[in-house]
């Protein structure tokens, strides 16, 4: 069904894109970054207009790439700066320069309309701390053999955690809540409160009776933050804001999906211990119990859409068909913007 | 151009289904197989309705299925009976159930219509003995990549036995005996009397001259019985029931299968080594020397259907082809009932 | 969109094809070669008309191929010489046998229309010497993933040596030269002088100031023939034998090629150490730096046509354009021999 193109997408941790050519592939389009000599992040799409090369196999100098093939050259804007045959530059001879803001140690890009690219419309992950520590448990990375949705789904219904993560991230006394959902200037909420219960392994009150919560927050296109919290029954919940994590999403094709992570405590230098064991918790949780199912259910779907296929949908996945008809709606106002109302009137409701 | 459906398919020989939960795929549809309490062998669609995880990953405690995802559960009859967020059950909440039976050491699935799966069409495998013995060579399992038809191809022409097998199983004086072919019960025959020839490997009389046959019986859909013999010449050709061999096909996908084999002597402990000599040396001609064959000639037809590429048809070719023709009539008699005698006088006719 | 079929292509050097069975694929069609006793090579379809084998599986014996699976035979004609069944040869029992010819240490393959297979038109490579010595450098073969148009593409433009190779067969002051390209007889000549420049590591004046040139010449449909040379400036350029290389691509599949490479130079035993130092090298460059980089340009493309992709066109491009407006002449030339003038006015001009 395609994707929404006019939205920030997470391209990378700051920490990924450095003085070399760094290359990702977005929605479909290969990309190649790299930073400016004055520390902008540059976008490109990676392939030479001239024979079809990736760019990132070239060679960078003063914010300029040469194309490793023939030696095109291409400005930050993507402009051929150099015809290696010493002729006037052709027309042709130009790679799409797509929009690119650093934000919360994240690179974000805009792979719509470059006229509407709005940083104000970038996802709040301020929960990010600036100066996250030496430690810090973010810029971690998988990638999954499945389609993004399937992502979201996974994230905006946390029941599984008790059926799939059963021992390490849930318990029995966690199941059969209800989730509370609400829409707050544009972002999903799931709230999941969770009264006397037992507090799972990654609180410190693992073991012992506790209220607890988890509140998903999803914003557009595929950013989620999770506010996590327990405390001793009928205290307060006050939020910790070391408790929240990040789950962010970005399609690479229709079928895999780069899935970027992490934790917003500021870790010091003798916490590298801990901030190491929330990560290895975390990603161990991911790769043998989450990507295995949503990898699975990717290949049983086989590239169906989810409601071709009429899901049997219940109450806890209210939240994650929330999300997914926002995001159906972004598609097709990007489609038809003068008919977006008649085309919204018609969706399947579920 | 498709399966027949209403028949019964080998699932999986009986000792592969055990308490566990056992997925396999038969005619493209993914299964997963249990068995209940009381030793019934359970079949359901191997897709959780909701958010279509494998439910082969779930938990199997009293009968009843946890999907590992988030907790639905599903009985034997493929109905929800546990909606983890506590409401009403949606109707869409349910698996299909295949019709499974028991029978000579198999387990037969129908993947079509429910209500005309009748046990009394199972094929005849009654050659299998109810008490094999502790070593018995049945069990027998390889994965092909190759459409099953030209499994059936393979089995029902016999000649190839003296050139693909030529050395192995086959010698230069079995070559060039006619098959004779008739229909009996549904059931299709095709005879191979070779008298004064000398005997191959698998045989006592093994290099010695002798009078020998080997008849192989196609059962509707996919399973061959091979009634073997060789006796000094002249003497009578009496059918010992341990030299009856079964291979049973049934379609993973289009283009992959499900082939189990076994022969029929019951074995004691003191004959370990004399039926896994048979095992071995039959698996080894399956593996190294049918196995790539059908596969490589699956290659060259690239999902073609057989009569597109107007094969070269021989005499030998009679009873596969009849076998062939066989199954397309099921096909067709599924897909139009009413106009069975129509589009049986248009096919084409080799 | 499609090959030019009526045209000779490189099948093999003449030292791969022996008194065995030796398969390989042209054109998307599977061939098996072998060579008849009196030494002639024989080129038919890889795959027997009865179920499909490929023949390249079976026995050679007395210039007659026996299929591996079922015994039919068939001769050099692709005539089916014995029917294992004992009865008369079916008319569809043959398979298509593909004119071949032996030159220049190289066996020729004609893919189209037989009767008009004219070893007359068999790409000039006289430039290979009869006897080129027991350490000769022909004989080399890299199977590549990409479209073979890229290979010619790539060699058409050898302006690419001085960035993709920069440091090993290019430098500096090799950029920037023009390329004279005529036509001559059919074949397509890029001729690039490059004067006062330095010499490359594969010339005898490595390192010192020169005089040098590399002229491609492209004979349809595929083979190329490099002349290449380096005198000290203001020097006669005299073009020495041994300095001349032939490249020659078949297509195996749209988006696979058979390479094949040599230079021409006539080397005795006590060259063997040289000979081996120049195949090292130019193999090195190919496999280390051409290749990665024209399979890297397949996957970009994806499978797409050149111009449909409007590509960005330099003067450096004028010979390969060229060449493969040749090669579209020639497809159009096939496909509708009476409009072909009108079908060429109608191309679209780069």
């Known amino acids: 069904m395609g994707y929404a193109m006019n939205a920030w997408y997470m391209a990378a941790w700051a920490s990924e894109v450095g003085s070399g050519l760094f290359a990702r592939r977005f929605l479909d389009i290969p990309i190649v970054l790299f930073r400016r000599e004055d520390g902008h992040v540059v976008a490109l799409e990676d392939r030479c207009p001239h024979r079809f090369a990736p760019l990132h196999r070239g060679r960078l100098a003063g914010g ?33 320069a797509f929009p690119v803001h650093e934000r919360h140690h994240i690179v974000w890009i805009w792979m719509g309309d470059a006229d509407l690219a709005d940083p104000a419309s970038i996802p709040d992950l301020s929960c990010i701390p600036n100066e996250p520590g030496e430690c810090a448990n973010i810029g971690n990375y998988l990638h999954v053999r499945a389609n993004y949705l399937l992502e979201i789904d996974n ?20 199941r059969g809540h209800k989730v509370k959902v609400h829409e707050e200037d544009g972002a999903i909420h799931a709230d999941l409160w969770m009264p006397a219960t037992t507090a799972p392994i990654y609180s410190p009150l693992f073991g012992q009776p506790c209220d607890q919560w988890t509140n998903m927050i999803w914003m557009a296109p595929s950013c989620m933050r999770l506010d996590y919290g327990a405390v001793p029954p009928g205290e307060p919940p006050v939020q910790l804001p070391e408790d ?55 290949e049983r779907m086989d590239g169906a859409d989810l409601w071709s296929l009429r899901p049997a949908i219940l109450s806890s996945d209210v939240a994650s068909v929330r999300v997914r008809r926002e995001i159906e709606k972004m598609i097709r106002r990007e489609k038809a913007p003068a008919s977006e109302e008649k085309a919204a009137a018609e969706a399947v409701v579920v």
């Not at 916490?271 to 990603?283: K, P």
């Open 64 to 96: 300029v790439i040469e194309c490793a093939y023939h030696g095109l050259r291409f400005d930050v804007a993507g402009a051929c700066v150099h015809n290696p045959a010493g002729d006037a530059i052709p027309p042709q001879a130009k790679v799409r």
């Open 155 to 174: 994230l905006m219904d946390l029941s599984h955690v008790n059926y799939l993560h059963h021992g390490t991230l849930g318990n029995d006394s966690m």
């Open 244 to 298: 929240i994590a990040v789950h962010i999403l970005t399609p690479e094709t229709a079928r895999t999906t780069h899935y970027f992570y992490g934790t917003c405590g500021v870790f010091g230098p003798d916490q590298r211990e801990f901030a190491e064991m929330i990560r290895t918790a975390q990603t161990a949780a991911f790769v043998n119990e989450d990507n295995p199912m949503i990898e699975a259910v990717d």
